[in-house]
């Protein structure tokens, strides 16, 4: 009984870390108690804030296990030791935590919206997405951003009470509102003329990092990119200089993480710098100052900006058009639109609680072939490509 007693006056209860957000955050940073809650109402959790149970109703979602076998670049079977959307996505939210604690804005935000931010992705990467968006004109389109808000406010079934993780405003916010938000039509809900606030801003930021930094990492790796055609980019240049002139003997293995780990620290150093700056120089006081704002206020630097666009530029000629990754594109290409005339074809080839789902309520068949295609892994995808057309397979 003593011990128990003790143990309940150490531990921190939900409303003593709100009281240590308001003394510690930022004054434009989102605190917990601030959020505008849930569609359905739940009480409160005793010792988790409303963002860090988002955090973990993410981690726990099916969804998020998945990510371990879609491609990021290189298919899952190209090789153990290339980045996954997972992979990806924990590295993204590394980042964004660490972008947040620097500038005092809430980091299990920030970190929810970045494990969140990737859930809708298709098998193949930005090919698959492509090739769905394609296939899905007639219907409404497809938009990965959009099928992550979707995944999480319908696709998860976990609470007997409602669709959904039934996230928060904010979290579902920041997922929708990531990039190019305006146009999207799931972006109406949460009033398309604001800006998210700055957690979610700087997720976008992080997801570039992330994927540019562990992209050069992987290239060198597959030799699909050489030194020579990345010194193209000053990034690129500068972090080898450094790194070569702190370890001069080190082994290429070792040199290149060491690349890696400076284009990382120069672009969220950058990040933190600039925003620090915009902040200031527009007087940002507040969440709402941040949401009126009228532009997105997370950007790189006048002199990172420019190198981050160089990169990107090297990456897109010599890495994401190299023949092997065409060649996997065009082959998710034609794996994907064999999956989605087959299904429209013939739904009931699909199981048959897709089609429960559709008919319970009233969902066009089409969506639910989307639905169905994209929360597919890419081994997933291969296998079921091979039960409908390959004979000597088992359905």
């Not at 146009?183 to 604001?194: C, H, I, L, Y």
């Not at 429960?356 to 169905?372: H, T």
């Not at 994209?374 to 359905?395: H, S």
């Amino acid at each position: 009984m003593v011990a128990s007693r003790l143990l309940n006056a150490m531990l921190r209860t939900r409303q003593e870390l709100e009281d240590i957000e308001a003394r510690t955050l930022a004054p434009y940073a989102m605190a917990s108690r601030a959020s505008r809650g849930r569609r359905f109402p739940e009480p409160e959790h005793p010792i988790r804030t409303v963002f860090a149970r988002d955090r973990d109703r993410v981690i726990h979602s099916a969804a998020f296990r998945r990510l371990e076998y879609k491609t990021q670049v290189f298919v899952n079977h190209e090789g153990d030791y290339y980045r996954t959307r997972l992979t990806h996505t924990l590295e993204a939210a590394q980042i964004a935590r660490t972008v947040a604690r620097a500038l005092g804005l809430n980091e299990e935000l920030a970190e929810a919206v970045a494990l969140a931010h990737d859930l809708g992705h298709t098998p193949f990467g930005h090919a698959g997405e492509k090739v769905l968006n394609e296939l899905m004109t007639p219907y409404g389109g497809f938009d990965h951003n959009a099928q992550s808000l979707r995944t999480v406010d319908w696709i998860e079934i976990r609470y007997p009470n409602f669709r959904g993780l039934n996230l928060s405003f904010e979290v579902r916010e920041g997922i929708v509102k990531h990039s190019h938000f305006q146009d999207r039509p799931a972006a109406q809900e949460f009033d398309a003329s604001t800006y998210p606030c700055l957690e979610a801003q700087i997720v976008d930021l992080a997801d570039e990092i992330a994927y540019l930094a562990h992209d050069v990492d992987d290239g060198l790796k597959a030799q699909m990119l050489s030194v020579e055609e990345l010194n193209a980019s000053a990034l690129f240049r500068e972090s080898a200089a450094a790194a070569r002139a702190a370890s001069p003997a080190a082994e290429m293995r070792v040199l290149r993480y060491q690349i890696v780990i400076r284009m990382i620290d120069a672009m969220s150093t950058d990040l933190m710098t600039n925003l620090a700056g915009e902040l200031e120089r527009s007087k940002i006081r507040s969440v709402e100052d941040v949401r009126k704002a009228e532009r997105v206020l997370a950007s790189f630097g006048s002199a990172m900006g420019p190198k981050v666009e160089e990169i990107k530029q090297v990456m897109r000629d010599r890495l994401y058009r190299h023949y092997r990754v065409s060649r996997m594109t065009e082959k998710a290409g034609r794996v994907l639109d064999a999956l989605f005339q087959t299904y429209m074809t013939e739904p009931r080839q699909m199981p048959e609680h897709v089609l429960a789902r559709a008919e319970r309520y009233g969902e066009p068949i089409s969506r639910a072939v989307a639905d169905y295609i994209a929360g597919m892994t890419d081994r997933f995808a291969l296998d079921e490509y091979r039960k409908l057309f390959d004979p000597n397979e088992r359905v």
